[in-house]
């Protein structure tokens, strides 16, 4: 399942509208549009991120970006519940007893899991078949990522050719004094776009993937544990106590109060 996220999209609207505000108090917006320059340092960057990468990695970017406004539900407190109940009704039926669940499952990487723990696959197998599905899932991510580090160092550096070639062309003609300050301004606006890009939207949104990989990886990390403590037998309790260590330390106590909670309420009945 999937959630919407909201705090990378209003992070960059309300940097854009700080950066505009702060213009608008000394100065005007026209003063920073300059087409030109845009075609340098925008054009000229993306030109070399298509020389830089294949074509296939290239394609993959529209999927990465919409993880940004969706981003993978890791409720890692509603999947320590299931993989408990799950090695609860082992221990009682069987694993054979898990095949029905796992036709109900959203997670394809812990269904296939369990899948081989019902099939009876041996644990060594499983755990090195699992590990490899999370090494191409990295993999497949950080391509996407790479691009946009890649971008990230790129635009500063087309920023500074384009105000080279505006102070080439301003320095060719000085019989015009006075159009020299305005010919400067011009040349820097390249600079601006070029630091714009990479450090309010490039770089920002490379962080963001790469964070949201490693949240995904910690997750199937979570789910290899739960899968193969659940083919070796062990105590659901035990098995509760382990995973709560894949926990932030505010979930873990809200976690335990509520299964210090259901035992008590067992045991009164």
Known sequence: MRK????AVSGLITGLILIAW???RSGNLGMFWDVPSLMIT???SFCAVLVSFPINTLKSIPKRMKLLVVSPQ???EELLELLTELAKKSRKEGLLALEDD?????SEFLASGLQMVVDGVEPDTIKELMELKMDTMERRHRSGQSVFLKWGDLAPGFGMLGTLIGLIIMLVDLDDPSAIGVGMAVALVTTF???FLSNMILLPIANNLSEQTD???FTYTMILD???QIQAGTNPRLLEERLLSYLSPESKGKVKEQIDNAREAVNYE
């Open 193 to 195: 776009y070029g630091s």
């Open 215 to 217: 949240e995904e990886l």
């Open 22 to 24: 702060s213009i608008n």
């Open 102 to 106: 796992i036709a109900e499952m959203d």
């Open 42 to 44: 925008l054009g000229g």
């Open 226 to 228: 739960g899968v193969l």
């Open 74 to 76: 890791d409720n890692r």
């Open 4 to 7: 919407r996220s909201v705090s």
